[in-house]
């Protein structure tokens, strides 16, 4: 009995150091990779020389998406919110949303007002959805006809 709670004692103690799980993904011209150790998360989006490094106690993720090959998607879910999205587009520019992105047949649902924000070659990799109103970014009435709709 004592050598099995001295193994886990010293399990607790090697948890930190044998806890990290690392994952990466290649997505055109970036690098993302993430390490856990114990309940927090980092991760680095890497793109040549440029570098951003994010982290944070995390219900869900990091989880990395290569969307057409050139565009990488980072979902997470922050211990305390709503899920976030974020989308890095290889001219450099990139968008994020939280609590208002939706999946549908495994594809990425995004607002309306993202649309005209993704680089033409992109846009036909995602879905829009029309259920945010906002007086600040007002749905066109000409791109409703571009929304899905959830039955």
Aim: proline share 6%.
């Amino acid at each position: 009995m004592r050598t099995v709670a001295g193994l886990i004692l010293l399990a607790m103690l090697a948890g930190p150091a044998y806890g990290q799980t690392p994952s990466s993904l290649i997505c055109g011209t970036f690098k993302a990779e993430s390490t856990r150790t114990g309940a927090s998360t980092r991760w680095t989006i890497a793109r040549g020389a440029e570098r951003s490094t994010e982290s944070g106690v995390l219900k869900s993720g990091p989880r990395f998406e290569c969307i057409a090959g050139e565009v990488l998607a980072v979902e997470f879910t922050p211990a305390a919110g709503n899920s976030f999205v974020a989308l890095y587009f290889p001219d450099g520019s990139d968008i994020g949303y939280g609590g208002q992105v939706m999946r549908r047949n495994n594809r990425f649902v995004l607002p309306i007002q993202a649309k005209a924000r993704i680089d033409a070659k992109f846009r036909a990799a995602f879905d829009y959805h029309c259920r945010l109103e906002m007086p600040g970014d007002p749905i066109a009435p000409a791109s409703r006809a571009d929304c899905i709709s959830f039955k």
